[in-house]
């Protein structure tokens, strides 16, 4: 019976132990839902973005990403973000998808311009800039690679070349 109340009260600790670890990951995580003003955006790829992501001004939360749809004119990426009211976003202000890690995980952040005049409540961002995929980026260093390894081997071979023989052929790869 002695044992039965121990490992009640054990796991009981645990419990609470759970619960205190959860509030504090809740409250550090900012997951606060921003009340404010809508604004949309047009982007050429959104790639990795959501909603629910992140809107950020300097590494500050300033907004959420409410929605994504497809404008059916331009076919672009529409994207729908609520800014929080005490930010007043200048009208040149540009949007860029930026990634959060290696790993994958994008926010929108916003980099406010000079203009004195402020975007209005429903709104447009002008200027936006859609962040390459990591396959993107990849494919062209390999590229890059490959067009600088070729250069090379036409130098390194017509060095070495007698007069009136032919030029070695690169291996192929």
Known sequence: MRRNVIETVLGGVVLAVAAVFLAFAYKSADLRKVQGYDV?????????LQSGADVRI???KVGTVTG????PT???????LSVDNSVKLPKDTAAV?????????????????????AIKPNGKIEFTQSTPGLEQLLGQVIFSLQSMSKSG?????????APGQAPAQPPKL
């Open 153 to 161: 081997d036409q130098a390194n071979g017509q060095q070495g070349q």
């Open 68 to 71: 994504l749809t497809l404008d």
């Open 74 to 80: 331009t076919y672009q990426a529409v994207v729908h």
């Open 97 to 117: 998808i930026a990634s959060e890690s290696l790993l994958g995980g994008k926010f929108l952040s916003l980099e406010p311009g000079g203009d004195p005049d």
């Open 40 to 48: 949309t955006a047009n982007f050429n790829s959104i790639t990795g």
């Open 58 to 60: 300097s590494g500050v």
